[in-house]
């Protein structure tokens, strides 16, 4: 990961971070549940995996 700052207006510094991504290949009843399982419309399908990701390790954890 990488930061940069741009210059957009005059006094005003934005920073945009690179983030390393890749494409997959989901279904779209997949798709349709990552939509109904996120918490605020703008959450990202990254963010909802890693959320069920962490759940099922806490779940695995204590059984």
Same mark, same amino acid.
């Given at each position: +990961? !990488? /930061?940069r700052f741009i210059y957009l /207006?005059? $006094?005003l510094w934005? /920073?945009?971070v690179d983030m #390393?991504? +890749?494409s997959v290949r989901i279904k779209k009843d997949t798709i349709e #549940? $990552?939509?109904r399982l996120k918490v605020h419309y703008r959450e990202t399908y990254d963010d909802v995996i890693k959320r069920l990701i962490e759940a099922w390790k806490g779940r695995?954890? !204590?059984q």
């Amino acid at each position: +990961m !990488s /930061i940069r700052f741009i210059y957009l /207006i005059p $006094l005003l510094w934005f /920073i945009v971070v690179d983030m #390393e991504s +890749m494409s997959v290949r989901i279904k779209k009843d997949t798709i349709e #549940e $990552l939509k109904r399982l996120k918490v605020h419309y703008r959450e990202t399908y990254d963010d909802v995996i890693k959320r069920l990701i962490e759940a099922w390790k806490g779940r695995t954890r !204590s059984q």
